[in-house]
């Protein structure tokens, strides 16, 4: 049972660059979400996804592209990766949206140079 | 604007109880949860509560006052494992979750 996964792990990147995390979860949970965390502050919500083909925009969107054409797969896109892109990145998944408490994957440390 | 307060790190020792705090202010309410998070891991669920009063769940339990805008998390027992931050997050009225920056708990033996 893999339950949510993260690839890559580590990734390390240069200004400029597209780049794109991928997530993927075995539960069939209907939505899903990505996070990064930063040093001082909570996670903050940069989309999320109801179901296939529906995505909405959480905290902080801009820089970022999502789609979900499969319920298994939710994959972030850093269109021209910036400096203060650099986070921890984590995907998270939860059969409903409310009173549900989230699964995470393992998280993607990406550095942008 | 919506924020979640809770402290930046606390100690205690090993065997004791800690009461971590946290308070919130946000856009309606559908539920707090506090999450583990060992450093290089990913968060884990600890807890929810939506209504006022104390859940408890082995050696800890969560505690949620709705009009105080006020939760806290007991651990008791504590055992050197305890080591981590623990993420307090508000369920806000678009039931997406607020989260607090985490307090990290440092258990001495």
């Known amino acids: 049972d893999a339950g949510i996964t993260q690839s890559p792990r580590y990734k390390i990147t240069e200004t400029g660059r597209q780049v794109t995390l991928m997530c993927h979860q075995t539960?069939?949970?209907?939505?899903m979400f990505w996070y990064r965390q930063d040093l001082g502050h909570g996670l903050r919500l940069i989309y999320y996804?109801?179901?296939?083909?529906?995505?909405d925009k959480g905290e902080v969107p801009d820089g970022y592209v999502v789609s979900r054409s499969k319920t298994e797969n939710f994959p972030l896109t850093l269109e021209s990766a910036t400096r203060s892109q650099t986070s921890v990145y984590f995907c998270?998944?939860?059969?409903?949206?409310?009173?549900?408490?989230?699964?995470f994957g393992p998280g993607t440390r990406l550095t942008v140079l | 604007g919506q924020n979640i307060d809770q402290p930046t790190e606390m100690t205690a020792t090993e065997g004791a109880i800690v009461q971590i705090n946290c308070t919130y202010q946000?856009?309606?309410?559908?539920?707090l949860f506090w999450y583990q998070q060992h450093a290089g891991e990913a968060p884990t669920f600890l807890s929810y509560?939506?209504l006022d009063g104390l859940e408890e769940k082995g050696r800890f339990s969560s505690f949620l006052s709705r009009s105080k805008g006020y939760s806290y998390l007991l651990l008791k027992e504590l055992q050197m494992k305890d080591s981590a931050s623990y993420l307090c997050?508000?369920?806000?009225?678009?039931?997406?979750?607020?989260w607090g920056a985490g307090t990290k708990l440092i258990i001495k033996p």
């Open positions: 509560n939506v």
């Open positions: 946000t856009s309606g309410f559908n539920g």
């Open positions: 997050a508000v369920m806000d009225s678009n039931y997406q979750l607020i």
């Open positions: 539960w069939s949970h209907s939505y």
């Open positions: 998270a998944s939860s059969e409903r949206e409310a009173y549900n408490e989230q699964f």
């Open positions: 996804s109801a179901a296939a083909d529906i995505t």
